[in-house]
């Protein structure tokens, strides 16, 4: 058997802690009961998700599509859908290139941000000028 070596060991590592990133992508899916809520913030008034956390969307989506997958995703989980969610009020499911589900409102996919830590945090508006708070 072979040992592994220095650089082959730490492509291990790397992968394992992408991968555990990655499967942190994969959240709760979000009731319709939690969405329509929207809050005050030092940028106005915003979507909010669960537990009051600020939506974003990306300009790199087209309407009904994400186009955030992978690294992406990890930084900005997509506010996912069950399987059985129906739209409401502006709000529709659409599926996520993995085949999962993810909300949209008007269209544009809604992200979470791994930056925010409280309710009313909007530490990724404007982030590499792409990505914005979600406004109802």
Same mark, same amino acid.
């Given at each position: 058997?072979?040992?592994?070596?220095?650089?082959? $060991?730490?492509?291990?590592?790397?992968?394992?802690?992408?991968?555990?990133?990655?499967?942190?992508?994969? +959240? %709760?899916?979000?009731? %319709? #009961?939690?969405?329509?809520?929207?809050? /005050?913030?030092?940028v106005g008034e915003?979507?909010? +998700?669960? /537990? $009051?956390?600020?939506?974003? #969307?990306?300009? !790199?989506?087209?309407? +009904? #599509?994400?186009?955030? =997958?992978?690294?992406?995703?990890?930084?900005? %989980?997509?506010?996912?859908?069950?399987? !059985?969610? /129906?739209?409401?009020? +502006?709000? #529709?499911?659409? =599926?996520?290139?993995?085949?999962?589900?993810?909300?949209?409102?008007? $269209? /544009?996919?809604?992200?979470?941000?791994?930056?925010?830590?409280?309710?009313?945090?909007?530490?990724?508006?404007?982030?590499? $000028?792409?990505?914005?708070?979600?406004?109802?």
């Amino acid at each position: 058997m072979q040992a592994l070596s220095v650089k082959s $060991g730490r492509d291990v590592a790397f992968a394992s802690v992408v991968a555990l990133l990655l499967a942190g992508c994969a +959240g %709760p899916s979000v009731a %319709p #009961t939690q969405l329509g809520q929207s809050r /005050e913030t030092r940028v106005g008034e915003v979507l909010v +998700g669960p /537990e $009051g956390m600020t939506l974003y #969307t990306y300009d !790199e989506d087209t309407p +009904g #599509t994400s186009n955030c =997958t992978g690294l992406c995703a990890a930084a900005w %989980p997509p506010l996912h859908a069950s399987s !059985e969610a /129906e739209g409401f009020d +502006g709000f #529709t499911p659409i =599926t996520r290139p993995d085949g999962s589900r993810q909300w949209a409102y008007d $269209g /544009e996919p809604l992200y979470l941000y791994v930056g925010d830590s409280k309710p009313a945090d909007v530490r990724g508006d404007g982030v590499d $000028g792409v990505w914005h708070v979600a406004r109802p």
